[in-house]
């Protein structure tokens, strides 16, 4: 991809993918589902889900799974105030961006 992407960006993908899961999901499974955007390596990811946990918009705990424990991420409620902040300001943000490089103007 020829665009980067910041920590808000992948910040705000991380927590939409998690959000679709109500009672949360695991890291490999959610570095596979952000990939379906943006290529993200395992150890792109887990800072990513360590700071959003630290920020308190995320909760750990952890699952048994054949025979070894498999780290689950759920959104909390903080997390779901900013994962709305961020579509609001994406909508605002790709609105944009579209009309500048596109010359489409968004309703």
Known sequence: ???????A????????VVSKETEGTYGYRITQD?????E???STLYP???RLQKN???IVYDVECGGRNRRYYKLTKAGAVKLEEYKIEWTGYSSKISEL???EEQA
């Open 1 to 7: 991809m020829a665009f980067g992407v910041g920590a």
């Open 9 to 16: 960006l992948l910040d705000a993908i991380v927590l939409a």
């Open 34 to 38: 952000v990939r379906r955007a943006i």
């Open 40 to 42: 993200i390596s395992e």
């Open 48 to 50: 990513v889900l360590r």
């Open 56 to 58: 308190e918009y995320l």
């Open 101 to 103: 490089l596109l010359g």
